[in-house]
C-alpha cells in the first residue's frame, strides 16, 4: 500500500481508539467489564495498583468527615465513581493542587499531585473496567492520616 493508505488506517485506528476511551469514561465501569474493553495487555487492577494510589492521594479528603464529597476508602465506595475518577483524574482535575489550610495536614503527605505514570495507572484501570482483582494476603491500604477533627 502507498503512505497515503497506510496513514489513513493509522489516522482511523486512532480516531477510534479515542472515541473508545471516551465512550469508557462516560460508560458505568459496570458496563465497561462486560464490553471487556482493553487498551493496554497488562491488566491493572484495584488491590495491585489503584488502591494504593488512592489511599496515598485522595483519602485525606475523600473520607468521613473529609472535605470531599463521597468516601473512597475502599473498593465497594471507589467502584461507582470510577468514570468519574479516571476523568477527574485525567484532566488533572483531581485531587486539587491547593486546598483548605485549615485542615492542617499538610506536611504529613508533601505534594499530593500524581506523577504522570499514577495518572496513567487510573485512567487504564477504568478504561479496563475498573476491576477488584485479587487481594490475595493483603488487605486494603489504610491512609496514613489523623482523625478528621483533630
Ligand atoms: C484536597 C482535598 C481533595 C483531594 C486530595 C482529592 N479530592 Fe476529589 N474532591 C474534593 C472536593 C472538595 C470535591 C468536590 C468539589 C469538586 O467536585 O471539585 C471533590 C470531587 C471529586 C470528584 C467528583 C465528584 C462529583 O460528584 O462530581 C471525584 C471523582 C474526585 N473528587 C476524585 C478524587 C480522586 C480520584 C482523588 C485522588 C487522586 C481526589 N479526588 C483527591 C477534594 C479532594
Known amino acids: 500500500m502507498n503512505i497515503k493508505q ?8 486512532k480516531a477510534a481508539l479515542g472515541v473508545a476511551v471516551l465512550a469508557a469514561l462516560g460508560m458505568s465501569a459496570q458496563t465497561q467489564a462486560q464490553s471487556g474493553l482493553s487498551i493496554d495487555s497488562g491488566e491493572i487492577t484495584y488491590a495491585d495498583h489503584v488502591a494504593q494510589i488512592i489511599t496515598d492521594n485522595c483519602v485525606v479528603c475523600h ?4 472535605v470531599g464529597p463521597m468516601q473512597l476508602t475502599n473498593f465497594e ?19 486539587p493542587y491547593s486546598y483548605d489550610d485549615h485542615i492542617g495536614i499538610q506536611d504529613l503527605q508533601g505534594d499530593w499531585r500524581l506523577s504522570d505514570e499514577e495518572i496513567n495507572t487510573v485512567t487504564q484501570w477504568v478504561a479496563q473496567g475498573a476491576p477488584e482483582g485479587d487481594w490475595g494476603d493483603r488487605s486494603h491500604p489504610v491512609a496514613n492520616l489523623p482523625a478528621s477533627d483533630e
Open 6 to 13: 497506510y496513514w489513513n488506517i493509522r489516522h482511523s485506528g
Open 77 to 95: 465506595q471507589v467502584r461507582p465513581w470510577a468514570p468519574l475518577i479516571g476523568m477527574r483524574v485525567a484532566n488533572k482535575e483531581m485531587h
Open 63 to 66: 473520607r468521613e468527615g473529609g
